[in-house]
């Protein structure tokens, strides 16, 4: 069985910053694009930023230049660096990952979620 266990969540004031981490466990091979979704109060979950497994990354416009997607492969763990956080970043954030398991393949990887919330 494969598990995300997500952590670093919590209360910053507006231009702050916190980092969050994603380690994958379990029976695994392999694991492909990792990345992270945040879903606010009312909307519905979002891409915030992806990466490869070679270390390409795609980001959501709303966050460019402010927040930084990396891996460990050797530690099956993303990370989120969040700078210049804004009020509008406050959500539930999930990371995502695309692992080959013992049980195959499956891209419905997903943690627990960690809240994120920006507010003076």
């Known amino acids: 069985q494969v598990q995300l266990v997500e952590s670093g969540g919590g209360l910053v004031q507006p231009g702050g910053s916190l980092r969050l981490s994603c380690a994958a466990s379990?029976?695994?091979?392999?694991?492909?694009?990792m990345g992270w979704y945040r879903q606010a109060p009312g909307k519905e979950r979002e891409l915030v930023a992806a990466?490869?497994?070679?270390?390409?990354?795609n980001y959501a416009d709303s966050v460019k230049g402010r927040f930084t997607i990396s891996r460990d492969n050797a530690k099956n763990t993303v990370y989120l660096q969040m700078n210049s956080l804004k009020p509008e970043d406050t959500a539930v954030y999930y990371c995502n990952a695309e692992i080959w398991s013992i049980r195959g393949y499956s891209s419905d990887n997903w943690g627990q979620g960690t809240q994120v919330t920006v507010s003076s």
């Open positions: 379990g029976s695994i091979f392999n694991i492909n694009a």
């Open positions: 990466i490869t497994r070679g270390g390409s990354t």
